[in-house]
């Protein structure tokens, strides 16, 4: 059974920092490309970052980019967000994703497996 399971969200102050964890089995996690997305009330669901299966390549949206990083680690099967310089915009639902491939896509369509999601709220 193919399981992703995200945890660290919580209440932040703006300018504060969390890290995301998503935990992973039933598939061949070191052989795929991830994805972190998020969804905010009454928005799209939306790729902010994405690593290849090496990490030799990752992705960020304009909006996050300077302040995210994705990382993974393939022996333990778990990929990472760090979010530093947190903004009230950054409040949203936070999914982490597989892919059946190793490269990174753009779309939440080209993503086959999905975590149940960690809130995140920026608020003073």
């Known amino acids: 059974e193919v399981q992703l399971v995200e945890s660290g969200g919580g209440l932040v102050q703006p300018g504060g920092r969390l890290r995301l964890s998503c935990a992973t089995s039933?598939?061949?996690?070191?052989?795929?490309?991830m994805g972190w997305f998020r969804q905010a009330p009454g928005e799209e669901r939306t790729l902010i970052a994405a690593?290849?299966?090496?990490?030799?390549?990752?992705y960020y949206s304009a909006s996050v980019k300077g302040r995210f990083f994705a990382s993974r680690d393939n022996g333990q099967n778990i990929l990472f967000l760090q979010m530093n310089n947190l903004k009230p915009d950054d409040t949203a639902v936070y999914y982490c994703?597989?892919?059946?491939?190793?490269?990174?896509?753009?779309?939440?369509?080209?993503?086959?497996?999905w975590g149940q999601g960690t809130q995140v709220t920026v608020s003073s």
């Open positions: 039933g598939f061949a996690f070191s052989t795929v490309a």
């Open positions: 994703a597989a892919r059946s491939s190793s490269s990174i896509q753009y779309q939440k369509e080209d993503y086959d497996y």
């Open positions: 690593i290849n299966y090496g990490s030799t390549n990752t």
